[in-house]
Each structure stands twice: as C-alpha cells, then as structure tokens.
C-alpha cells in the first residue's frame, strides 16, 4: 500500500493553478476510488504534466478540483516505440495496458502478412484503447500516456522511423542477440523502436526487409512465446537495458 494520492486524468492543467473542471471519465473514475469532496489527488495530463489538487466537488456527471501549478517532468530517454502485429481478440487491451504500466511512449499497430485482423473501421477500437492507456497511467503512476496509432503496413511504419533511431526486430528464428545488437549501435538513441510480430509470428520475407531498412534482427532464446508475452518481456528487456526501470 502507498500514501501516494489517488491520480486522476486532467487534459488541460493550468499552467498556474486554480478551478478546473475533469472531464466526466474523471469524474467516474474518482466514483471507483470512492473518493470525495475534500480528497487530495494527483492530476495528470498524459504529457509529463501533473499538479497536486484537492477535490472542491464531486458529482454523478462532473468533478471539480482546486488545483496547484502544474508541474513538467523530465522525459525518459530513448523514447521506447513499439511496433506490435495486429493481435485478434481481447489480446490488445491486456497488451496496450501492460506496455503503459512498462512506460513505453508509443504503440503502433501493423498490419502483417500472418495478422489475422483485418478491421475496416478502428475507430471505436482505438478510442477504448486510448481510455484503457490512460486509465494504466492513473494506476501505475507513469507520467506520459503513449500514443496508440492507428493500424498501417508493418513496412510503412517502418519507413518512418527517423534517424538516428535504434532499430530491433525480435524473431523467433533469430540468432543474433540483443545485447550484440546493442553494442554495435554507433551512436547513443533518442529513440528505440522494437517490432513484435502477430499470433503467427512474421514472415522471412518481412525479417528480411526490416533488416536492408536498419532493423538488427535479434531472439530471445529458444522459446517460442505468445505475442501477449513477448511484447511486454521485450519492453521490459529494454527498458532495463537503458536503465530506464529506476
């Protein structure tokens, strides 16, 4: 258990503090934490902004604080961005949550040669997915809320990843090791994206082309995991790596 006040999604904090209404996902939040008029808690806006506030009033629609100035953290350096195969089911949600608790800063949805979803409108999808993120930072603490992006080509996103960005495909038929592709990284990233591939995992032919655009080609041992383990392990692995799970 933790002292900590109980956190709370404010999309716009006043830079000098005052009155400031929640939007009403707060407002139902605040109901779960049975929390009440008077209450101190913690708000957060998904972009390295919090202030401490305290709870003026508390209804079935709306929640008002009186708030502090807000306050930027610092962000983490290198950026973690993962590139994650579509998954089917109610796989993503759990995915999404848990790579929120980790700390990454993006998630981008690709479209796969083995990605069994094939969805026409993600609209609906993506504006849970998005609750569901913020709602991990309001638990766990994290500052920064990643962004979920919308599902492209695997080999789209690709092209957009900038320079000098550290590059990793993990594959199971891999032996290359990340440790060694750590090490020949030339200079230090500001960035690390990380590509995980869907149920049926990636297809040789996607490997190879990660790898001519700059993507070291890395495994994590014999074992072939699921993709609702393998994604937050290897974001685990690497925030560890950068020193960045403090």
Known sequence: MTDRPRRLFAPQLPPLGGELVLP????????????????????????????????????RARVTCRTEPRIELAPRVPALHVVLGLPKGGKLEDIARMLCELGVAGLHLALCERSVPRP??????LARLRRVVLEACAQSGQPFAPSVEAPRPLLEIAATVPDPACRLVFWERASGTLD???????????????????EGGLA??????????????????????????AAPVIAALLLDRFDLLR
């Open 204 to 229: 040789q032919q996607e490997v190879e082309a990660l790898g001519a655009r700059g993507f070291a080609v890395v495994g994590l041992g014999g074992a072939v995991l699921r993709v609702e383990t």
């Open 24 to 59: 009403e996902d707060s407002a139902h939040h605040a109901r779960v934490l049975r929390l009440a008029s008077g209450d101190r808690v913690e708000l957060f806006d998904g972009r390295l902004g919090q202030a401490g506030a305290v709870i003026s009033e508390l209804t």
């Open 120 to 125: 026409r409108d993600l609209s609906a999808r």
């Open 180 to 198: 060694a592709a750590l090490e020949r990284q030339a200079t230090p990233a500001t960035q690390v994206w990380a590509v995980v591939g869907p």
